[in-house]
Each structure stands twice: as C-alpha cells, then as structure tokens.
C-alpha cells in the first residue's frame, strides 16, 4: 500500500521522481513486477482486475532510466532498459536470440525462442513463447500456452484504464494470429493461423443454427478461424475481415495436442 501511495503521488507530480524516496519506489515496483509478485492485471472471480498504479510505475520507469549502450559484438544497441538474466536460475529456456526485457515475468518452464518479451508483461508456467512471437507491453499470458510462430500479441501502457490482451491457461494461438486492444482469450481456446482479434473485430459463433456476435472476448474452448462478412461502403460491398467460432474443443482433445490435430477435429486444414 505504501508503493501504491508513492506512486500516486509522482503520477500526479513528476518533479517527486527526483527524491529518492520515490525514485527508489518506482524501482521496487518494477522488481516486483519482474518476479511475478505484482502484476499489471490480476485473476478477479469470473474476471480480471487491471491495475492502474503499476502501469503508472512502468511509464515512469521509462523517464527515470538513463540511456545506456550495449555491446554484444559485433552489434551495438542503445536503450533505457535492461534485459533479464540468470535464465538457468529462472529455469526457463532462453533460445538464441529471444528477448525478454526486465520487468516482464517468465515462469518456470517456459520456452523462449527467437521472441520478444516486452516490459509488464507475464507469461505463466509451461508455456511457449514460439520463433518470432511478440508479448507485447502488460500482456498476460497463463499457463500451458502455445503462441505460434510469428504471433502478435499487443501491448498497451496508455490509456492507463484499458485492460492488457489476456491469453488464459492452454490456449493454442496459431501462427501469424494477431490479438491487441485488449482483446480476452479465455481458457483453452484455439486460434486458427491468421485470425486477426482488436476490440472492433466481429468474433461470430456460427456453430449453432443462428449466428451469435460478439466482440472482445473469445469464450472458453471455442475453435476459431479467419472469416469474412459482406458490408455495404459508398462504393460499394465488400467483405471485412471476422473470426468464426466452428465449434468447441472436444473433451478427447488431450491439453498437450498440437494445434493442428485440434483443428482437424473440425476438418479444418492449417
């Protein structure tokens, strides 16, 4: 409570960060983020609670951190944050050449490969992080996950009220999916390769007689893949991009199948 209340304080008056007092708080909340003991939204009932004040510490951890070059031969970069380390202690496999910066948590068990790990951000036991996958900025990714290769899941730091994207425990996300804007993936859900989730996209179920719409939210266990819908412009009609829910995930599904043995479930080819 007292890091919430000096982080408070500096937000609403950036001349405290020069006091170490709450300089020094901004840092402890950025550890503590690091390992996993905070986090920018937290599990709340059926739902998630975002936490305001830490994304208010990460923005302004950016401000007090001083630029700094790095040489890694024969390369050269020049940042304000540091990188994580002591992977073997963490006992996370860490791929040449995947990055995770300090500040985000990778849990015990997870599988980093050539992979970008952003600032906030918390990937939970067991799961992985696949070649050229992002983890964007405060994302929240559960236990048992499979991200892809090549997918996008979005950061956010402002608006300091928007929800992070949350992909829940033994999700599959298919190669070359992309999910921002907050955009909740709940567990066990299987994201055929391509399909493209913001808060504006069309998530429509059509695995019953009647198509039902939603919009921000991927229920549990559905299987969804790239669709299209026909909408009317000034020039003309022309088809805009949707996810289709086909169907659920069978209970003889084993958790540990690949992704496309779950898809092929439902005839679809990946």
């Known amino acids: 409570m007292e890091l919430k209340s000096l982080i408070a304080a500096a937000w609403d008056n950036r001349e405290l960060l020069k006091e170490a007092r709450y300089s020094d708080a901004v840092r402890a909340v950025i550890e503590e983020v690091d390992k996993g003991r905070l986090r920018v939204a937290s599990p709340s009932g059926d739902g998630w609670q975002v936490n305001e004040w830490v994304k208010q510490a990460i923005l302004m951890y950016f401000g007090i951190q001083p630029m700094q070059t790095w040489n890694v031969e024969p390369f050269e970069f020049y940042d304000k944050m540091l990188l994580k380390k002591n992977y073997k202690d963490l006992g996370v496999r860490a791929v040449p050449h995947a990055v995770a910066r300090y500040g985000a948590f ?15 951000a918390y990937v939970d ?3 992985m992080v696949d070649t050229w996958a992002t983890v964007g900025s405060c994302a929240q990714i559960g236990k048992g996950v499979h991200l892809s290769g090549g997918v996008g899941i979005g950061g956010v730091l402002e608006p300091l009220q928007a929800s992070p994207v949350i992909i829940e425990d033994g999700c599959f996300i298919g190669s070359r999916c992309i999910v921002v ?13 391509n399909v493209v989730l913001t808060q504006s996209t069309k998530i429509i179920d059509v695995s019953g007689s009647e198509p039902v719409e939603l919009k921000g939210r991927v229920p549990a266990r559905s299987v969804v893949i790239p669709g299209s819908y026909t909408k009317k412009f000034p020039a003309g009609e022309y088809g805009v991009g949707c996810a289709l829910i086909i169907g659920q995930r069978k209970p003889s599904t084993d958790l540990k199948t690949s992704l496309n043995d779950a898809l092929r479930d439902f005839n679809v080819s990946v």
């Not at 804007?181 to 390769?193: H, I, P, S």
């Open 106 to 120: 990778i849990a015990r068990n997870v599988v980093l490969m050539p992979s970008y790990v952003n600032i906030g």
């Open 125 to 127: 036991e067991g799961s």
């Open 181 to 193: 804007e907050g955009v909740r993936v709940e567990k066990e859900a299987v994201l055929g390769a």
